[in-house]
């Protein structure tokens, strides 16, 4: 049994969940509303507050769908009321971020200032200048808007110039030493 697919998920309050005949589950929160169409085998029951998922065989393929679905499931409502943050820094001199409108304007050394628009659904804020958070409902835009903008500028190992995640940690690498005579 998967360890993580036969743990049940408790469905706060607020929060309505559908499951539809084609596998569709549409979470609806107080501010978002996701929708998802997950793979057809999968057994989802939903017993008051509580929802479980369950798979038809031992298959291995039934296997690796099980604590899958039950992960998608469980982000779509940790989505719908918390959200989703990710943290990138700056680091660089002169490089910078800030918020025109909805527009992300990098200034990242480049001759040109760096410009970005969110997807829908995600918001990001600039709360200092080497800063940037990323913020939706769905962990895979967030995640994948997070390292778009990442992607800009990667950070290099000399100097650890660029734009990282705020939990990564940049080896750094000695530089070129000066030759012998």
Not at 2 to 20: E, Y
Not at 86 to 110: D, P
């Amino acid at each position: 049994m998967s360890r993580i697919g036969k743990l049940p998920i408790t469905i706060p309050a607020g929060v309505d969940v559908k499951v539809s005949d084609d596998n569709t589950i549409t979470v609806k929160g107080a501010k978002e509303t996701l929708t998802r169409t997950l793979h057809p085998d999968m057994i989802i029951k939903i017993d008051g507050q509580t929802l479980t998922v369950e798979r038809p065989s031992e298959d291995k393929m039934h296997k690796s769908l099980h604590g899958l679905t039950r992960t998608l499931v469980n982000n779509m409502i940790v989505g719908v009321t918390d959200g989703f943050t990710k943290t990138l820094e700056i680091n660089g001199v002169g490089y910078r971020a800030q918020l025109q409108g909805k527009k992300l304007v990098l200034s990242l050394g480049y001759s040109h200032p760096v410009e970005y628009t969110a997807p829908e659904g995600i918001t990001l804020e600039v709360p200092a200048p080497n800063q940037i958070l990323v913020k939706g409902a769905n962990k895979e835009v967030v995640g994948e808007t997070a390292a778009k903008i990442r992607e800009f500028r990667q950070p290099e190992p000399y100097k650890g110039k660029g734009i990282k995640y705020s939990y990564e940690h940049i080896r750094r690498k000695e530089g070129k030493t000066g030759a012998k005579k």
